[in-house]
Nanobody, 119 residues
Framework: VQLQASGGGLVQPGGSLRLSCAASGSIFSINVMGWYRQAPGKQRELVAR???????NYADSVKGRFTISRDNAKNTVWLQMNSLTPDDTAVYYC??????????????WGQGTLVTVSS
């Protein structure tokens, strides 16, 4: 299963970006899709995650500013990021916890997309 992330870029503080991530391959179902980020010199951290039923979790640092959503039929997840600050600068990775076509549970990661918040 491959995850293709897109939507990163350079944005000014206070601006917005929308990340998207599409999963493809032999997929029976995807339980959880999520976004993680890794800033320079820091460990990768969870930003937001969403289950197939629509339940969401957010890191405290992004609550009220970021919104995660997904389309189960399209195996796609989005991350709407508003009121961005320089502290949001990082490489953002999407992630999927899924059942393959042979009903094996696995986890895949996307390639990462860089978000830079700077004036």
């Amino acid at each position: 299963v491959q995850l293709q992330a897109s939507g990163g870029g350079l944005v000014q503080p206070g601006g917005s970006l929308r990340l998207s991530c599409a999963a493809s391959g032999s997929i029976f179902s995807i339980n959880v899709m999520g976004w993680y980020r890794q800033a320079p010199g820091k460990q990768r951290e969870l930003v937001a995650r969403i289950t197939s039923g629509g339940s969401t979790n957010y890191a405290d640092s992004v609550k009220g500013r970021f919104t995660i959503s997904r389309d189960n039929a399209k195996n796609t997840v989005w991350l709407q990021m508003n009121s961005l600050t320089p502290d949001d600068t990082a490489v953002y990775y999407c992630n999927a916890d899924y059942l393959s076509g042979t009903l094996d549970r696995s986890i895949s990661w996307g390639q990462g997309t860089l978000v830079t918040v700077s004036s």
